[in-house]
């Protein structure tokens, strides 16, 4: 059974930053391919970028694109996501999840683990 722990969520105003990270335990972390979802208030959760086992295959989604930055160290079994020039729209609870596949994609169904989730605030 694979945990994950999501941190480093807060408050931050528009044009600021955030990392958040993920440390993931219970199984081999370079056989995990993980991706990152958040959900706002009143909607469904939404695919926010994913990271295959090596690194070579990541996808972030358009509204994310050029502004938020994944990373993985398999040394310390965590992944990050490295968050600039966020905006209100940003404002979710972000959640980690992982997959044993190769590389989970976009859709929330590919992943077998989730983490809790930790919450980013926006302001304006």
């Known amino acids: 059974q694979v945990q994950l722990a999501e941190s480093g969520g807060g408050l931050v105003q528009a044009g600021g930053s955030l990392r958040l990270s993920c440390a993931a335990s219970g199984r081999t972390f370079s056989t995990l391919s993980m991706g990152w979802f958040r959900q706002a208030p009143g909607k469904e959760r939404e695919f926010v970028v994913a990271?295959?086992?090596?690194?070579?295959?990541?996808e972030y989604a358009d509204s994310v694109k050029g502004r938020f930055t994944i990373s993985r160290d398999n040394a310390k079994n965590t992944v990050y996501l490295r968050m600039n020039s966020l905006k209100p729209e940003d404002t979710a609870v972000y959640y980690c999840a992982a997959s044993p596949r190769y590389y989970g994609g976009r859709y929330p169904g590919e992943y077998d683990y989730w983490g809790q989730g930790t919450q980013v605030t926006v302001s304006s």
């Open positions: 990271i295959s086992w090596s690194d070579i295959d990541i």
